[in-house]
């Protein structure tokens, strides 16, 4: 009784997983078709993880900000936002199946934090680089 019990509740699991997964790439997808209709056709995850390590000066008092300076290096894990002190959830989509599911956070999302660490919004092939990254981890 006891491994029937266990055997339902990994499979619930599994399937909760898998079924967040398939959001993820859902909403990651229709985001790559929107970049495409743009004439962005490919996508480098290398690129996307020099860009989420890669410092800028972005604001007037001259402070280095890049987007591990919040998420961590390693989006695995958990970050700490640099100004507030907040914890952040970590943002790879394999260790945490809230992210990247939703189109519209994903837009709002790369709006708020490039301007607010470039400077500036980012480019439909910046932000499918970084989206590639995050998605291949």
């Not at 990651?28 to 390590?53: C, H, P, R």
């Not at 945490?96 to 994903?106: A, I, S």
């Amino acid at each position: 009784m006891k491994s029937k019990f266990y055997t339902i509740v990994t499979l619930s699991g599994l399937i909760q997983l898998y079924s967040s997964g398939i959001y993820a790439s859902t909403a990651i997808d229709t985001m790559f078709n929107s970049y495409k209709e743009q004439k962005v056709t490919e996508f480098d995850a290398k690129v996307g993880q020099q860009l989420w390590n890669q410092n800028f000066t972005s604001n007037k008092a001259g402070q280095s900000r890049s987007c591990a300076s919040c998420h961590t290096s390693d989006p695995a894990v958990a970050g700490k936002h640099a100004k507030t002190g907040k914890l952040i959830k970590p943002m790879a989509p394999s260790i945490n199946t809230e992210r990247l599911t939703d189109v519209k956070q994903m837009q709002k999302w790369f709006s708020r934090n490039c301007k607010w660490t470039m400077g500036r919004e980012c480019s439909p092939q910046e932000q499918g680089d970084v989206l590639m990254y995050l998605k291949d981890l």
